[in-house]
């Protein structure tokens, strides 16, 4: 019966209120304050990280761009380095041709000399034996009246020449 | 009448054949009517095999058979 004795009540509702102001003194406000501060840490923290986040995008984006234009880059000497080699074999091509051809052409020179010249001996031989078989006749089937009818023909040819 | 061509020394010619007296005389003959010289001797060259080569002072005029066919010869190659 005592419990529900007014003065009781009153006292432990009073007990209560300073007991409740006490912990909002106390307790809740600096809860609330720390929560408080640590919420803003928080929102720092994200910010940060929201800035290294844009930063890390900023940074591979420069990076992926670097790559493109290096790899670009190494197309670019790729094709040249390509067009370079293309260019110098052409040359070495044309020339190794025009060395062949020159050759071609020199042996051609060559065996058209070589043939000449055969042919040329070849004359000479030929008009050499038919002097030397033109000779032989002469010598054997000139009768002595025909030598000295030459040989009046020969004084002839020697006053006109003469003259 | 035919120019003689005036020779002032003697005369050598040249034959294939050796010609007797008269044949030399007949030669000689020839001679005298183209040429004026003082005197001429005969030589025999068979090599010549026909015709005459006159020497006299530092000239010859080959008019032999062989130099004809030399002529041919050479005109033959040329060709």
């Given at each position: 019966m005592s419990l529900l004795n007014p003065i009781y009540l009153l006292l432990h509702a009073?007990?209560?209120?300073?007991?409740?102001?006490?912990?909002?003194?106390?307790l809740y406000k600096p809860?609330?304050?720390l929560m408080k501060k640590r919420d803003e840490l928080v929102a720092v923290?994200?910010?940060?990280?929201?800035?290294?986040d844009a930063d890390i995008s900023k940074r591979r984006k420069e990076l992926e761009e670097d790559i493109e234009k290096s790899e670009q880059k190494l197309r670019s000497e790729q094709t040249a380095?390509?067009?370079d080699i293309s260019k110098k074999a052409n040359a070495i091509l044309a020339k190794s041709q025009e060395e062949a051809e020159q050759i071609i052409n020199e042996g051609r020179a060559n065996v058209g000399r070589e043939r000449q010249s055969a042919l040329m001996n070849l004359d000479i031989m030929i008009s050499e034996l038919a002097v030397e078989i033109a000779g032989k006749l002469i010598k054997t089937q000139l009768s002595?009246?025909?030598?000295?009818a030459l040989v009046k023909e020969g004084i002839k040819e020697a006053?006109?020449?003469?003259k | 009448m035919k120019s003689k061509i005036k020779i002032k020394n003697d005369i050598v010619v040249t034959t294939a054949m050796e010609l007797d007296e008269i044949e030399q005389a007949d030669v000689l003959s020839d001679l005298r009517s183209n040429f004026s010289f003082e005197d001429a001797t005969f030589s025999v060259d068979p090599t010549i095999l026909g015709g005459v080569k006159l020497a006299f002072y530092d000239r010859v005029i080959d008019c032999s058979i062989e130099r004809k066919l030399r002529q041919i010869c050479s005109s033959l190659i040329k060709r």
């Amino acid at each position: 019966m005592s419990l529900l004795n007014p003065i009781y009540l009153l006292l432990h509702a009073l007990n209560f209120i300073v007991l409740a102001l006490i912990l909002r003194k106390l307790l809740y406000k600096p809860v609330k304050k720390l929560m408080k501060k640590r919420d803003e840490l928080v929102a720092v923290q994200e910010q940060k990280l929201m800035q290294a986040d844009a930063d890390i995008s900023k940074r591979r984006k420069e990076l992926e761009e670097d790559i493109e234009k290096s790899e670009q880059k190494l197309r670019s000497e790729q094709t040249a380095a390509l067009a370079d080699i293309s260019k110098k074999a052409n040359a070495i091509l044309a020339k190794s041709q025009e060395e062949a051809e020159q050759i071609i052409n020199e042996g051609r020179a060559n065996v058209g000399r070589e043939r000449q010249s055969a042919l040329m001996n070849l004359d000479i031989m030929i008009s050499e034996l038919a002097v030397e078989i033109a000779g032989k006749l002469i010598k054997t089937q000139l009768s002595k009246d025909e030598q000295i009818a030459l040989v009046k023909e020969g004084i002839k040819e020697a006053h006109l020449l003469e003259k | 009448m035919k120019s003689k061509i005036k020779i002032k020394n003697d005369i050598v010619v040249t034959t294939a054949m050796e010609l007797d007296e008269i044949e030399q005389a007949d030669v000689l003959s020839d001679l005298r009517s183209n040429f004026s010289f003082e005197d001429a001797t005969f030589s025999v060259d068979p090599t010549i095999l026909g015709g005459v080569k006159l020497a006299f002072y530092d000239r010859v005029i080959d008019c032999s058979i062989e130099r004809k066919l030399r002529q041919i010869c050479s005109s033959l190659i040329k060709r």
